[in-house]
């Protein structure tokens, strides 16, 4: 069974950086996509970024040049690295977790992702 345990989430201003961290175990695809959704009260769910087992990111418009995905394999953590967070990112962020057919990118839709992380909540003020 997949478990995915979130946690760096907190309270931070606009303009402040929080890196958020993903335990990954139980996990035995040797190809894979890990990413990061968030949602906000009243809203979707929606993809944030994504990350292959080859290395290769997909990101939100929203977050590109803002937020970097990446993974210590010796440690089984995903991360995100979120700077310049401005007060649209406060959201509830789950990690995810799924098989990787390697044909294409990891995709950033709700329906892809079958393994799902509690949350953690990053709240940015103006």
Same mark, same amino acid.
């Given at each position: 069974?997949?478990?995915?345990?979130?946690? &760096?989430?907190?309270?931070?201003?606009?303009? %402040?950086?929080?890196?958020?961290?993903?335990? #990954?175990? !139980?996990?035995?695809?040797? /190809?894979?996509?890990?990413?990061?959704?968030?949602?906000?009260?009243?809203?979707?769910?929606? &993809?944030?970024?994504?990350?292959?087992?080859? %290395?290769?990111?997909?990101?939100?418009?929203? #977050?590109? !040049?803002?937020?970097?995905? /990446?993974?210590?394999?010796?440690?089984?953590?995903?991360?995100?690295?979120?700077?310049?967070?401005?007060?649209?990112?406060?959201?509830?962020?789950?990690?995810?977790?799924?098989?990787?057919?390697?044909?294409?990118?990891?995709?950033?839709?709700?329906?892809?992702?079958?393994?799902?992380g509690q949350g953690t909540q990053v709240t940015v003020s103006s």
């Amino acid at each position: 069974e997949v478990q995915l345990v979130e946690s &760096g989430g907190g309270s931070v201003q606009a303009g %402040g950086s929080l890196r958020l961290s993903c335990e #990954v175990s !139980g996990y035995t695809y040797s /190809s894979y996509c890990m990413g990061w959704f968030r949602q906000a009260p009243g809203k979707d769910r929606e &993809g944030v970024a994504a990350l292959d087992s080859d %290395g290769d990111a997909n990101y939100a418009d929203s #977050v590109k !040049g803002r937020f970097t995905i /990446s993974k210590d394999n010796a440690k089984n953590t995903l991360y995100l690295q979120m700077n310049s967070l401005k007060p649209d990112d406060t959201a509830m962020y789950y990690c995810v977790a799924e098989g990787w057919a390697g044909y294409r990118m990891c995709g950033l839709e709700v329906w892809e992702y079958n393994n799902w992380g509690q949350g953690t909540q990053v709240t940015v003020s103006s």
